[in-house]
């Protein structure tokens, strides 16, 4: 397991805390991700069925279950990270590095990193409309900067590629400069996006 | 990153020929080729176990299974 | 073994910018769209969340992980993790038994609960009871401890020994 300091704004008062970026994670680990966060999703599905906000608009990834994740660590191709504040999950990512190619041109053919499964902890979403306002910002943003710098470890260059949700299509195109492809048949017609070696490059100086 | 272990690897002309390139295609070292090598095979092989299949699709769609053991 | 390497993310300007637009999206996710992937048992009151629950608090009481119990019990992790999590999962005869040796839970009684053999009355209604008190959480709370103790008891007092 490898572990590095990162930064995560608090919402309640605007100060930045330390906190730490767990990678090398095992099946374990996304089990107690998932029983970790199981108590708040249901919380959140409560008042979310109790609120007028149209489900279009509830976070696409209510249901999901990390624990039925877990096996797939066990293969070499797979990454878990994870980003641990006040001793608790605040984020955590699957990337795999042998399952996709590089689509955009010029580096087509080329190896890079997917990102797999990518999500923050229920209690730090910011849903206004049922006062949640989440306890940390930014905590997606800085696990697909690792995602990011796992590519260039690889020696892909720092290329990434993900199936993105609807909701936030906008956001990997703004933050990160992705270039969106396709729509994909095989992946529930959820847009393909891809971030290339130059615009890795560019991204990772922007942000220094 | 965990610790590694050395292999020495006996190749052909033919094999090193191949790896050489895929490393310049791909723009990887040879080592990290034979990784991505490794995870690939490693990938298909615990899929096909799971009971999926393995196909190829060209142009006119038709599909041909790939057997990979 | 943990490396602790210095920061090397991205600034906090950046990080403010990023924050802005993830907030947008109400929380930025990567993965399929819900309904693919398997929705969260809402408490219902079937008895076969009390097999996964058991099993799991069994692990965890011995303060064990997936893997160490994969290990222990010399099944597949993938079964173990499979029974933990999907109601629906029905385990093969050999890993409930290799299970019910590695738990020390009673080997009949857990081949009910698997949905391998027709449970008995008492099993059932202990095994609702259980199942409606507990919810997955990291440690077992007190009030979880009571409720695993109180459903091994039962099961062990309506056992043969077996």
Not at chain 3, 82 to 103: F, G, K, N, W
Request: net charge negative.
């Amino acid at each position: 397991m490898s572990s590095e300091v990162v930064q995560l704004q608090r919402r309640l008062d605007g100060v930045f805390v330390e906190a730490a970026l767990l990678g090398g994670m095992v099946p374990n680990d996304f089990v107690l991700v998932g029983n970790e966060w199981s108590a708040e999703r249901s919380v959140v599905m409560q008042e979310l069925l109790q609120s007028t906000l149209p489900r279009q608009q509830w976070p696409q990834s209510l249901h999901w279950d990390w624990r039925r994740k877990a096996p797939e660590l066990r293969l070499l191709e797979a990454a878990g990270f994870g980003i641990v504040c006040e001793r608790q999950w605040q984020g955590v990512m699957l990337t795999k590095s042998a399952s996709y190619v590089a689509k955009l041109a010029p580096d087509k053919g080329k190896p890079l990193v997917y990102v797999d499964f990518l999500e923050v902890a229920p209690w730090n979403w910011a849903i206004p409309e049922v006062g949640g306002s989440g306890r940390f910002r930014s905590v997606g943003s800085s696990l697909l900067w690792r995602a990011v710098e796992q590519s260039e470890e690889e020696g892909f260059r720092g290329r990434v590629g993900l199936h993105s949700l609807p909701q936030s299509e906008v956001f990997y195109e703004r933050v990160f400069g992705m270039t969106p492809l396709n729509r994909d048949s095989a992946k529930q017609n959820l847009l393909y996006m891809e971030l290339s070696a130059d615009q890795a490059a560019k991204l990772l100086e922007k942000g220094k | 990153m965990a610790a590694k272990r050395t292999m020495t690897l006996n190749l052909t002309d033919a094999e090193m020929g191949a790896l050489e390139e895929l490393s310049e295609k791909k723009e990887l070292s040879k080592t990290a080729i034979l990784r991505q090598a490794l995870r690939l095979y490693q990938m298909v092989d615990a899929r096909i176990e799971r009971g999926d299949k393995f196909f190829f699709e060209d142009e006119t769609k038709a599909k041909a299974e790939v057997m990979v053991l | 073994m943990v490396n602790i390497n210095k920061s090397r993310g991205p600034s906090r300007d950046w990080l403010l910018g990023a924050a802005d637009i993830e907030d947008g999206c109400r929380s930025v996710s990567v993965g399929g769209l819900a309904a693919e992937l398997g929705m969260l048992s809402s408490g219902t009151t079937r008895i076969k969340p009390a097999f996964g629950r058991l099993i799991e608090f069994a692990r965890r009481n011995q303060g064990l992980t997936v893997e160490k119990l994969a290990e222990r019990a010399d099944v597949d992790l993938a079964a173990i993790l499979e029974i933990e999590t999907d109601d629906r999962a029905v385990p093969e005869e050999r890993t409930v038994y290799q299970l019910a040796q590695a738990l020390c839970l009673p080997q009949a009684k857990l081949m009910e609960l698997a949905g391998l053999a027709t449970p008995k009355p008492e099993t059932s209604r202990a095994a609702l009871k259980f199942a409606a008190r507990s919810e997955p959480a990291s440690k077992l709370t007190r009030d979880e401890r009571e409720a695993f103790e109180e459903f091994v008891k039962v099961l062990d007092e309506s056992s043969d020994g077996a």
